[in-house]
């Protein structure tokens, strides 16, 4: 069934490439970061051929520390892929895997399952409702960097938005199309800012979110380039230091610290990555419970603004 599933549902490594997807930059980042996408998809094929935890464990033990959190995000998808198959059941791969050997991924799975709703055309609903009612919406970032990396004509171009999408989703789908400007735009600051600009308004608060994220996860850039993009940010620099923090628990969450973690978190939160990371944590308490799919504002969006307005009442914002 391993083998029969990745025939079916293998994604060619020349579909990530950035030769593929007309993406160009410095050579040496653009090398960096394609590997980030071929690491996705070595946790995704894996999944694909034995989603069992403990054998999919063993087999992403295989991947470096700093860059196994991206394998498993492509894990996430994988057994994803697999559930939709029998959409009448509960999603026992992806319960399995986040239960069982993803504890410290968590975040990252959540992500990867988001992948599906682009790739099978999901209906969000069905696995949102699937989902832990907080990190569920990560799906959703999952599914906009799907579609910024994949579809950079219709979503960063055209700036379109999935007609399916309602309500909060569509801001959620927003934060992952900001991660996939430091994709398509090689971590150029200067063109992922030029990029921003082109975008409405009332848009720009979560790609500016979803930027600050990838800058911290991803990095490949200095100090000179991340001070350029907070200044950049204007009215947005608390959202670029929330993404950040997530960034930071992210990383420290899995136990993979990395220098451009840390040097991110300095510029853009002005503060060390665990100090960053223990603001996301104290922002969780006392949050509505439930999914909140029908709320402009879930209790997700209510953790975002919490940890938006630390920075802001610490002076990032101004």
Sequence with gaps: MGNLSRRVFGVDAKE????????WGDPEVCSRLESIAATFLVGYHAALEDPRPGPLTRRLRDVPHTARGWAYEGAGMGVT???????WRAPR???????????????????GAGWALARLHLPVGWLLRRLDPLLGWLALDGFGFHEGFFHPDHTLDKRGVPSRLKGYARRAFDQGVGRSLWFSHAADVERVVARLGTFEANRRSDLWSGVGLAATYAGFVS??????????????RAALAQGSAFAAKARLRAGHPTPAMTLACEVLCESGPEVAAAVTDHALADLPEGLGLDSPAPAFEVWRMRIQQRWADAGVAA
């Design 93 to 111: 791969r992806l319960r399995a895997v986040l239960a069982d050997s993803a504890g410290p991924y968590t975040y990252l799975v959540h992500v």
């Design 81 to 87: 892929v697999l559930d939709s198959l029998t959409p």
């Design 223 to 236: 100090r000179d380039d991340l001070v350029h993009l907070r200044r950049s940010a204007g009215p947005h």
């Design 16 to 23: 990530a490439s950035f030769e593929t997807r007309g993406f």
